[in-house]
């Protein structure tokens, strides 16, 4: 079946929201990524449980994104818990303690349960484990060694002692990299896990880019058993001339890693940063992911991001053309 979703924020007035979920369902989509941030598991509990039931109402279903929690996901907003608990941030090789929480942290985790608790309160159907990472740092070259990274908190070094019967090493290492992917996996792990306890569903977005920080062997997500959907967001950058091949290359990924584990393979459109006269790309994005058998698309984000700073340039092209391409994708035979 063709899902079709766009992600959702900047507003939590349930009235006000009705009246965008009209146009979203009537754009062709049957699902709505809303992003679930601290504040709004702090402060809006009560407007997100009238939100979800609205999408329902409307139609959709409701994935909820932890979007910037502890800021170890996507998402354009800040972190409370990182300010509030220190013990939880992740630290640099220099001693540094970053404004981002570890993923071993015990108390990182214990608050994603508290999360996982509100987003099934509100009426979440999926959860969506967006962009899982450490603190991103250039990855090294000659002019960059492999000197700063993280994380190397406590909990980290101990762990990785348990592990490797070695000291934590200084230097960013083959073994450090293996460890801290094969940390951010199992953190996904738990979270799927979670998720699938707690009655719902698991979707996990990678990064498409290879970094230190990020899960670079997908197939070790692909493969969690508690996992439903898997994807990914090549976003293109303004006036790139190779989208079609750079979209594809990912699509193509994507679709063979979920064949190979029965997943649902999910691809992200860029709605955002899009400068005037190019929404074309969106259509070659959607057309190249169709070809490579994507049959789940999500544009992130609602009428082009246009409330926010990383709105597209024109945001109402941006808008029409996404709703006349999934207008069209629901006329193909499936
Ligand atoms: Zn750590």
Redo the contacts with the bound molecule.
């Keep these: 079946m063709l899902k079709l979703g766009v992600s959702y924020y900047g507003n939590r007035i349930p009235w006000r929201v009705r009246e965008d979920l009209k146009v979203i369902r009537e754009a062709g989509c049957n699902y709505i990524v809303l992003t679930f941030s601290e504040e709004d598991v702090e402060f809006y509990q009560g407007a997100f449980q009238e939100i979800v039931k609205a999408c329902h109402e409307e139609g959709l279903e409701v994935w909820m994104d932890p979007w910037a929690v502890g800021q170890a996901f996507g998402g354009e907003t800040y972190s409370s818990l990182v300010a509030k608990n220190l013990a939880v941030r992740?630290?640099n090789t220099h001693g540094e303690s970053l404004a981002i929480a570890?993923?071993?942290?015990p108390a990182f985790r214990d608050y994603l349960l508290k999360w996982i608790q509100a987003a099934k309160k509100a009426g979440a159907d999926v959860l969506f484990w967006d962009e899982p990472h450490?603190m991103i740092y250039p990855e090294p070259d000659a002019q960059y060694p492999a000197k700063l990274w993280?994380?190397?908190?406590?909990?980290?070094?101990a762990?990785f002692e348990r592990k490797t019967g070695q000291e934590m090493p200084q230097l960013l290492t083959p073994e450090v990299r293996l460890f801290k992917e094969d940390?951010l996996v199992a953190t996904t792990r738990f979270l799927c896990e979670a998720t699938v306890e707690n009655g719902m569903k698991a979707s996990v977005c990678l990064l498409p880019f290879e970094n230190s920080s990020t899960v670079n062997d997908w197939s070790k997500i692909a493969s969690l058993p508690a996992l439903w959907s898997i994807g990914t967001d090549p976003y293109w950058r303004p006036h790139q001339s190779d989208v079609e091949q750079f979209v594809g290359r990912f699509a193509r990924r994507i679709k063979e890693l979920a064949d190979r584990y029965r997943k649902e393979p999910h691809l992200w459109i860029l709605n955002f940063k899009i400068p005037k006269g190019e929404e074309r790309t969106i259509r070659t994005a959607i057309e190249t992911g169709y070809q490579a058998g994507i049959r789940n698309f999500a544009a992130w984000s609602y009428y082009g991001a246009s409330y926010i700073s990383i709105r597209a340039e024109d945001p109402q092209a941006v808008w029409k053309t996404l709703t006349e391409c999934y207008q069209e994708l629901l006329k193909r035979p499936s």
Aim: glycine share 6%; hydrophobic share 30%; net charge neutral.
């Design positions: 992740q630290v570890c993923p071993n942290h450490f993280a994380c190397c908190c406590g909990v980290c070094q762990l940390c």
